[in-house]
């Protein structure tokens, strides 16, 4: 055997001894002879089949349910309404002129009932205003009534324009009925309100002597003698300054008097209000 013949003869014995031959696709299987392929076709099942297998039953979720639901009523409501109104217009069309006219009388007596009525809600209205405005006016005299008179009772503090009279006794020479005299010259000059030494000064206030000191409604005070006055500055020091007055009464006792006048004083001391034990208003 010759070196040719033997690589052709080795290949000979490589190869298998028959190979089958390769399917091509044909005419009858068009599928190619792919696994699967074809296969409803053999059970006898058509794509129009498994069309309409998949859509029916149809699969609704919830959500497209309630919609559905909400848009027939809402459908059925528009449908209720146009035949509703039909039916009016159809009524009014076939009416009779007596008919009609005996609907617009119905309609202007309606309308005049309805007017009267608004004219009464608007007296009504009217006088529950004035009654209101008239009530709250009331009010608001009586709350002002009731604060002037707790600033002469001395139960609310009070502020305004007036005097601050600073009375320094070194001496110890000054006593209750001078400062007594000091209140009651302010009082006619047209003193509102006043406190001395932060004790509040009112009708029924009273002072005595307590030693070196003074007594003012069983409070001590002591010197120096500080009268807050609320008032008309221009009335109330004149007042202390004339004549004879307290001014000179209280200099010739070696005491000094400072009287200054400012926009605000000040009178914040209250007193407890106090019932009247025999007293009672005569008013019903």
């Known amino acids: 055997m010759s070196d040719d013949e033997q690589p052709a003869n080795r290949l000979r014995k490589e190869l298998p001894d028959e190979v089958p031959p390769s399917r091509s696709p044909s005419a009858d299987d068009p599928a190619g002879g792919l696994p699967g392929a074809g296969q409803g076709e053999r059970n006898g099942v058509t794509g129009r089949q498994r069309l309409l297998k998949g859509l029916w039953p149809p699969r609704l979720t919830r ?17 209720v309404q146009v035949a509703s109104n039909s039916d009016s217009d159809s009524a009014l069309r076939g009416a009779r002129q007596e008919d009609l006219v005996r609907i617009l009388d ?89 406190q001395v030494n932060g004790v509040r000064v009112v009708a ?27 008032g008309k500055p221009q009335d109330l020091e004149p007042a202390l300054n004339i004549p004879g007055g307290v001014v000179q009464t209280l200099e010739k006792e070696q005491a000094t008097v400072t009287v200054e006048r400012s926009s605000k004083i000040v009178v914040d001391a209250l007193r407890a209000a106090e019932r009247p034990d025999y007293a009672r208003s005569s008013s019903q």
């Open 204 to 230: 029924g206030t009273y002072l005595a002597d307590a030693g070196n000191s003074v007594s003012v409604d069983g409070n001590k005070i002591n010197a120096p003698y500080r009268f807050q006055v609320i």
């Open 63 to 79: 959500a497209q349910l309630i919609v559905a639901l909400l848009l027939f009523g809402l459908g059925f409501g528009l449908a």
């Open 106 to 194: 119905e309609l202007d007596d309606r309308t005049q009932r309805l007017e009267d009525e608004k004219q009464g809600l608007e007296k009504q209205r009217d006088e529950l205003e004035n009654s209101s405005d008239q009530a709250e006016e009331a009010r608001k005299q009586t709350l002002e009534k009731e604060r002037q008179l707790g600033i002469l009772a001395g139960t609310v503090a009070a502020q305004g324009p007036g005097i601050t009279v600073t009375i320094e006794d070194t001496k110890g020479t000054v006593e209750a009925d001078m400062l007594l005299d000091a209140i009651q010259e302010l009082r006619a000059a047209g003193a509102e309100a006043i």
